[in-house]
């Protein structure tokens, strides 16, 4: 059973910088594809990042230059590390393994707001 638990979350003013975390239970965990999304009040769920197998990473534009997707194999944990934060950030943030038809954490609320 795939289990996803996202941490990290919380209220910060903007240019401030928070880092999600993502423990998750999943055998072979460096063999997949993990990523963040986020959804906004009222807006669909968007891809923020995404970090394959080997390392490679992709972006939304809106966070490039701004989030770092990272993970560690041997934790079985997936990070996103957020800086020079927005209130556009402010969202649900979910861990996910397989896309939109995967399996998704709980979510964790990020608020940016002074």
């Known amino acids: 059973q795939v289990q996803l638990v996202e941490s990290g979350g919380g209220l910060v003013q903007p240019g401030g910088s928070l880092r999600l975390s993502c423990a998750a239970s999943i055998s072979a965990f460096s063999m997949y594809v993990m990523g963040w999304y986020r959804q906004a009040p009222g807006k669909e769920r968007e891809l923020v990042a995404q970090i394959s197998s080997g390392g490679s990473t992709s972006y939304a534009i809106s966070v490039k230059g701004r989030f770092t997707i990272s993970r560690d194999n041997a934790k079985n944990t997936v990070y996103l590390q957020m800086n020079n934060l927005k209130p556009e950030d402010t969202a649900v943030y979910y861990c996910?393994?397989?896309?939109?038809?995967?399996?998704w954490g709980q979510g964790t609320q990020v608020t940016v707001s002074s």
């Open positions: 996910n393994k397989g896309g939109v038809s995967g399996y």
